[in-house]
């Protein structure tokens, strides 16, 4: 299972964060010294080091992109496998630069609900539920038309009653 996924900076600021179980972190407080533990530890490991980190009872994997490090949560002897979720992490890469068109730090900045939809709809309660980056793709950007029909839709309804 996967207890968290967190996008952050080269400088450690986290640009995107979402815990899937209750249980890693009882408080906002633990929330942000967990985060704050694992993003020391990890910007102090060298580019050779392995991106497999043995955790309280659970592995850390992560893999840097650019500016950016992506790092998941995982269970220690769960029956996902490490290099099944650096495969997810690639895959996540992939959907967002296939949404945003060669995606960069400021894309997660300011379109921080799109990378949210997007990661929600490869994860869901801390599982893969969709493996396939067209699909995650497809459904969202028909998620953006509806979207853009119904604000439509009501910017008319409204002037005809004017």
């Known amino acids: 299972m996967i207890h968290l ?9 986290v640009r995107l964060c979402k815990f899937y179980n209750a ?3 009882k408080s906002e407080k633990d ?16 580019a050779s080091m ?4 043995e955790w309280r009872d659970h592995t850390i994997v992560y893999k840097r992109y650019a500016s950016l490090y992506f790092l998941f949560v995982v269970d220690k002897y769960g029956v996902d496998n490490e290099l099944i ?6 895959r996540y890469v992939e959907v967002l630069d296939q949404y945003f068109g060669a995606v960069c730090e400021l894309d997660i900045i300011y379109n921080f609900e799109k990378a949210h939809f997007l990661l929600d709809e490869m994860i869901m ?3 893969i539920m969709e493996p396939s980056r067209k699909a995650v793709v497809k459904y969202v950007h028909f998620s953006d038309q509806f979207q853009e029909d119904e604000i439509l839709f009501h910017a008319v309804s409204e002037t005809s009653t004017l």
């Open 5 to 13: 996924v967190t996008l952050f900076s080269r400088q450690g600021k």
């Open 23 to 25: 249980n890693l972190a």
């Open 31 to 46: 929330k942000t010294k967990i985060i704050k533990e694992m993003i020391s530890n990890i910007l102090s490991r060298t």
């Open 50 to 53: 392995s991106c497999f980190i």
């Open 85 to 90: 979720i650096l495969e997810l992490i690639h």
């Open 125 to 127: 309660s801390g599982e």
